[in-house]
């Protein structure tokens, strides 16, 4: 019930936007609790991905005293990677096209994420 309310979520977040291509909720230790994904992209090898990453910007603004984390962005030739906590026992993972407007998604990411704060 609650990973089709999750879905639901990642539909309306992925149609807000046409520079989003792919969403997924991830719990803290790595596991995929509700994704919209393409075919081609594997859900375990995203899940353990996002929250490696978010673990490791976790310390990294710890050790270099730049407060608490609020994203991590990853940028690479075909487009963004986009992680933020929901709430405190799950990951928002978003991928966004090489062109993407990010302050938009950026808003509509962080929305997103508070929907999946409360819902969890």
Same mark, same amino acid.
């Given at each position: 019930?609650? %990973?089709?309310?999750?879905? %639901?979520? =990642?539909?309306e977040l992925n149609?807000?936007?046409g520079d989003i291509e792919?969403?997924?909720?991830?719990s803290t230790d790595g596991l995929m609790m509700a994704s919209v994904l393409p075919a081609e992209l594997d859900e375990d090898r995203v899940?353990?991905?996002?929250?490696?990453?978010? %673990?490791?910007?976790?310390?990294t603004a710890q050790e270099l005293n730049r407060g608490t984390l609020e994203q991590v962005l990853i940028k690479g030739d075909h487009g963004y990677v986009l992680m933020t906590y929901a709430g405190?026992?799950? +990951?928002?993972? +978003?991928?966004?096209?090489?062109?993407?407007? =990010?302050g938009l998604i950026f808003l509509d990411v962080k929305r997103a994420a508070q929907s999946i704060a409360e819902l969890l």
């Amino acid at each position: 019930m609650k %990973s089709d309310m999750l879905t %639901s979520i =990642l539909v309306e977040l992925n149609g807000t936007s046409g520079d989003i291509e792919a969403s997924g909720v991830i719990s803290t230790d790595g596991l995929m609790m509700a994704s919209v994904l393409p075919a081609e992209l594997d859900e375990d090898r995203v899940g353990a991905m996002s929250a490696a990453m978010l %673990s490791l910007g976790d310390r990294t603004a710890q050790e270099l005293n730049r407060g608490t984390l609020e994203q991590v962005l990853i940028k690479g030739d075909h487009g963004y990677v986009l992680m933020t906590y929901a709430g405190n026992e799950a +990951v928002l993972t +978003v991928m966004a096209k090489a062109n993407a407007k =990010l302050g938009l998604i950026f808003l509509d990411v962080k929305r997103a994420a508070q929907s999946i704060a409360e819902l969890l």
